[in-house]
């Protein structure tokens, strides 16, 4: 090892000190925020979560699995673009070439439409559970048949409703709401956590024929209390403590990918920044879990 690789860190890459060992996940960023509708700013994300990561323990008590010690390969952002079939298009293809690999991936944005392209390039039996205030049903926004306001509805025409489960709802117009009924959209909504004792049994029921899922978090699911870097807040949302039972609950299930989208840093003060970065962490960890339970 040179001085240079010692002293430099060629920021902002996450980096991995430990060479020679299988890679546990591949991680990029999508800086794109063209279809945003209220505050911008989601195209900074990706860096703003490397930045945080590299500034909180990679150790999960909850998981006794330290990063620090693991192989995990940041393979840098999405080339610039403003147009979102583009990003779309680009994201779906670099996902489809790490699945290939068999290697966990993780897509740090940005704003939600990118979902759409990654979710498509996953294994067909591959559950989507979305996490997100918003049910992001409607057909059209503001011009647009395809943005971070409609994906779940372009994907659900192309998908139907089978594999995914929404969690978290609470924000749609009262079109959206016809809709996810009419089309059956499995939804554990804010009302439901709010109203019953163990909401992570509904997931874990939801998911009992699945082994693998694909994890989207939009993080405006929070409340703005907890999370207010977002792009849309929206109040009376679930605590952070909240969606991490959600998230241990995935214990044992293969997590082909996920991503974390919606992070405005310049409304931050850097705390949701740093709880997505924990999040990314967590979510790491519960997928080397899982593929060393495989081995083993
Ligand atoms: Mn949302």
Known sequence: MSYKDLFITPEPLIT??????????????????????FRPGARFGPNAIRQAYM???????????????????????????????EMIYSVGKVVDEIVRENVTFGVLGGEH??????????????????????????????????SHATFLR????????????HIGSR???????RIAEKIGLF????????TVNNAEKLLTDFLKDF????????????????????????PDGMSTRKLFEFLYSLRGKKIVGFD????????????TAVLAAKVMTELIGLSYMAQSDQKF
């Not at 392209?117 to 011009?143: M, N």
């Not at 372009?154 to 489960?165: M, P």
């Not at 694909?214 to 207010?228: E, K």
């Open 211 to 234: 082994k693998n899922v694909y994890v989207s978090i939009d993080l405006d699911v929070l409340d703005p209390a907890f999370a207010p870097a977002v792009s849309n807040p929206e």
């Open 16 to 37: 991995s000190t430990e060479e020679g060992i299988e890679t546990v996940a591949m991680i990029f960023g999508v800086p794109f925020d063209a279809t945003t509708t």
């Open 171 to 177: 924000a749609a117009s009262g079109e959206e709401w």
């Open 55 to 85: 500034n909180i323990e990679t150790y999960s008590p909850q998981l006794d699995v330290d990063l620090d010690r693991l192989s995990i390969k940041d393979l840098g952002n999405l080339k610039s673009t403003s147009n979102v079939e």
């Open 113 to 146: 439409s990118l979902t759409f392209g990654s979710y498509l390039s996953v294994p067909k039996d591959t559950a989507l559970i979305v996490f997100d205030a918003h049910l992001d049903l409607r057909d059209e926004f503001s011009g647009l048949k395809m």
């Open 260 to 271: 974390i989208v919606e992070l405005t840093p310049l409304y931050d003060n850097g705390t």
């Open 154 to 165: 372009r994907l659900t025409d192309k998908i139907g409703t089978n594999s995914t489960v």
């Open 187 to 194: 939804l554990i909504s804010s009302q439901i956590i709010n």
